[in-house]
Each structure stands twice: as structure tokens, then as C-alpha cells.
């Protein structure tokens, strides 16, 4: 199993010295990748959650490259409607190359009606919107000289460089927790990204994803099953903490519930670190590193 940090760039951590901070912190200590979220505008219903401040993820990405140098770089997630898929394929690819081959492209179809409105992107087509996109991305990155014809973009005669250092892409992820989200991620991906199950809904989950891989004639293929979730380390189990965020709870017990997610098939954990202070912050990166992943492997 491999473990990656969300980076909060975003709310009271959206200073360049606290993302940073935490880049380069994650990469000493031996973490695998650092992933960035996605909103463009924030409605004030949701200002409490994510606040005002809301770092744009590309180019938060972007600026780490300078920054670290081995750490993979994802996003979780890309909301693929937001934006035109050539600007996309354009900044991804640049960031896959001028990092040396380290960007992971997480991808969904977004959520937020609010900010679909104020976007003008229709909202009930956002996922044959992210369904193409996807298509798009791929032959931009692929073809000499790219062509499409679908719903939405149609071209021919064209050049796209720079290509993606890796080959044929970044590894793409797809978002999302239900079962239409797990057919887009084998139909259109290398991974499904999901947020938030419990282990036990993860099991459940795997039934139809090893169904569907079988299907497709994938179930022998490198395809990855990684789950963002929440994690805050305590003396003792967090009051008033969600029954569904597993990971709120003392190091004995973060070590038994990261081993039960692997046991329902998880392969990957991008963790999403709850703490008041970057002091805080810093401190849990430097326990996972040391004292917890290490308990999780020793099984």
C-alpha cells in the first residue's frame, strides 16, 4: 500500500509558505505523492467548509515542481467539465514534463450545482461532458496529428505538443463513489478514486469493480483502487467525530483501520490530514512517516 498527503491549499492554508511547508515536509518524510482538490468559485453556503481562499490546483501543482523533486503529483480531483479539455491536456502535459514524469491525473464530474451555475456549464450533462473530455485528453496526448468527432468538439489537422513524458499518459484516476463512477473509472481509467467509504463499503464496492474489470477484460490488469480519507490522531477516539471517517482516532486503532481498508481491496490512501495548526499538521505528517505506516507494513 502507498500513501500520498492532501495538500489543504485552501481556507487558512492558502499561503505559499504553508503549502510549501507541507510539500517539501511530505517528501523528506518518505510520502508518496501530494494531491491538490479543485474549485474555481466557492459559493458562501460552502465557505465554511473550504473558506474564501481556494488555491487554482494546476497551478499550485505547478509551483511544487521547483519545490520537491522525486513526489508524485495528483489531482483529487480535476472536475473535468471546468475546463476546456485542450487548456487542460495542454497544462498537464507541460506539468508531466517539467516535473520528469510525476503527475497523477485524478478526474470527476463535479458536484457543486452552485458552481456549475455560475460556470455556465449545464449541470445534467456533466458526465457525457467528463466522458469526452476524457476521449479528448487521450488522442491529444497520443496522435501525431489528433482527430475527434463527438458530441461536443469536433477537429482534425492538428499538432499538440509538448506530449506527456509519460507514456502514454499520466496514470488517470476517476472520482467518485458509485457504481456509474467505477464504470467510467475501468471503461476510461487506470484507477477509481473514491472518498470517504468505510471498509466495509469498499468491500462491497470491490464486488462490482473485479465484476466489471472482468468484463472489460481487465481483471489481471495494473489498476489501482485508492481511497482519499480523512485522518486526525488523538489520545483517545475523536468526539463528535463522523462514524464514517474511520481514521479519527488513536494511532493503535489508525494502524487496525488502514490494514481493514486494505484487507476490502484499497491499494492506495491519499489522506486528508484534519488539524488546527500547520504546527499540528507537520507533526501528524512525521508520526504517519515514523510510527503508523510503518505498524500498517509490519502485517
Given at each position: 500500500?502507498?500513501?500520498?498527503?492532501?495538500?489543504?491549499?485552501?481556507?487558512?492554508?492558502?499561503?505559499?509558505?504553508?503549502?510549501?511547508?507541507?510539500?517539501?515536509?511530505?517528501?523528506?518524510?518518505?510520502?508518496?505523492?501530494?494531491?491538490?482538490?479543485?474549485?474555481?468559485?466557492?459559493?458562501?453556503?460552502?465557505?465554511?467548509?473550504?473558506?474564501?481562499?481556494?488555491?487554482?490546483?494546476?497551478?499550485?501543482?505547478?509551483?511544487?515542481?521547483?519545490?520537491?523533486?522525486?513526489?508524485?503529483?495528483?489531482?483529487?480531483?480535476?472536475?473535468?467539465?471546468?475546463r476546456n479539455p485542450f487548456f487542460l491536456a495542454k497544462m498537464v502535459s507541460t506539468l508531466d514534463v517539467l516535473s520528469g514524469g510525476r503527475v497523477i491525473l485524478g478526474v470527476g464530474t463535479g458536484w457543486l450545482k452552485d458552481e456549475f451555475r455560475a460556470l455556465s456549464i449545464p449541470y445534467g450533462k456533466k458526465g457525457a461532458i467528463s466522458e469526452e473530455y476524457i476521449e479528448i485528453l487521450k488522442t491529444l496526448w497520443v496522435e501525431k496529428i489528433p482527430s475527434f468527432k463527438g458530441r461536443y468538439f469536433e477537429f482534425s489537422g492538428l499538432s499538440f505538443y509538448p506530449k506527456p513524458l509519460q507514456k502514454p499518459y499520466p496514470p488517470i484516476w476517476f472520482g467518485g463513489n458509485d457504481k456509474k463512477a467505477i464504470d467510467r473509472a475501468v471503461?476510461?481509467?487506470?484507477?477509481?478514486?473514491?472518498?470517504?467509504?468505510?471498509?466495509?463499503?469498499?468491500?462491497?464496492?470491490?464486488?462490482?469493480?473485479?465484476?466489471?474489470?472482468r468484463v472489460c477484460g481487465k481483471e489481471n490488469s495494473d489498476f489501482t483502487v485508492a481511497l482519499r480519507a480523512n485522518i486526525q490522531i488523538a489520545s483517545d477516539k475523536v468526539m463528535g467525530a463522523d462514524n464514517r471517517d474511520v481514521?479519527?482516532?488513536?494511532?493503535?486503532?489508525?494502524?487496525?483501520?488502514?490494514?481493514?481498508?486494505?484487507?476490502a481491496g484499497v491499494s492506495y490512501m491519499v489522506l486528508h490530514i484534519l488539524s488546527g495548526?500547520?504546527?499540528?499538521?507537520?507533526?501528524?505528517?512525521?508520526?504517519?512517516?515514523?510510527?503508523?505506516?510503518?505498524q500498517v507494513e509490519l502485517d
Open positions: 500500500m502507498r500513501f500520498g498527503v492532501s495538500i489543504p491549499h485552501f481556507g487558512r492554508y492558502a499561503t505559499w509558505e504553508a503549502v510549501v511547508k507541507i510539500a517539501t515536509s511530505a517528501e523528506e518524510l518518505g510520502f508518496d505523492s501530494l494531491w491538490v482538490s479543485d474549485h474555481i468559485v466557492i459559493p458562501t453556503s460552502h465557505h465554511k467548509g473550504f473558506g474564501e481562499e481556494f488555491f487554482e490546483p494546476l497551478t499550485t501543482l505547478a509551483y511544487l515542481v521547483g519545490c520537491t523533486q522525486r513526489i508524485k503529483l495528483g489531482t483529487s480531483v480535476i472536475v473535468l467539465p471546468y471503461l476510461l481509467a487506470s484507477g477509481w478514486h473514491p472518498v470517504r467509504l468505510t471498509p466495509e463499503e469498499v468491500k462491497k464496492a470491490m464486488v462490482y469493480l473485479k465484476e466489471r474489470l481514521l479519527r482516532n488513536t494511532k493503535s486503532k489508525i494502524v487496525k483501520g488502514i490494514r481493514r481498508y486494505r484487507e495548526t500547520l504546527e499540528r499538521f507537520i507533526k501528524t505528517l512525521r508520526i504517519l512517516s515514523e510510527e503508523i505506516i510503518p
